[in-house]
């Protein structure tokens, strides 16, 4: 298995858990996390991450992903994928594109995620 299937399997089981260690595991001590293309400030460090990916989290049951690695190489990848959301506030179905960078270890050592609404 790939590093980038390895994370996809990994972010959406912390996704589904909002468990803070299987969140940590999936990235670098230093990496990078932008969760929207209007974070200009990247949340830096694993433990920031954690504390971000938190704040922002997505409750379990109230969203469906699918989606595929696109393109990898080694050390980075792009994942694509539509994410739906069943109820509050995100209610819609949501474009994502990541791209993820590794580290030697096969953690995130960066990641981005452009999403936007599909259109109906």
Known sequence: MSYA???????LDAWRTNDPDSIRAL?????TYRSGVR??????GADA?????LEERDEP??????GAVEL?????AVIRGVTTYTDGPKSGAYANVWLVRFDDDGRAS???DWWF????
């Open 5 to 11: 299937e390895r994370f996809l399997d990994g972010y």
């Open 27 to 31: 990235f670098a001590p230093d990496a």
């Open 39 to 44: 974070d200009l400030e990247p949340a830096t």
């Open 49 to 53: 991450i954690v504390a971000h990916w």
């Open 61 to 66: 049951g109230t969203w469906s992903y699918t």
């Open 72 to 76: 990898q190489t080694e050390k980075a």
């Open 110 to 112: 960066e990641f981005q």
């Open 117 to 120: 609404p599909q259109e109906a």
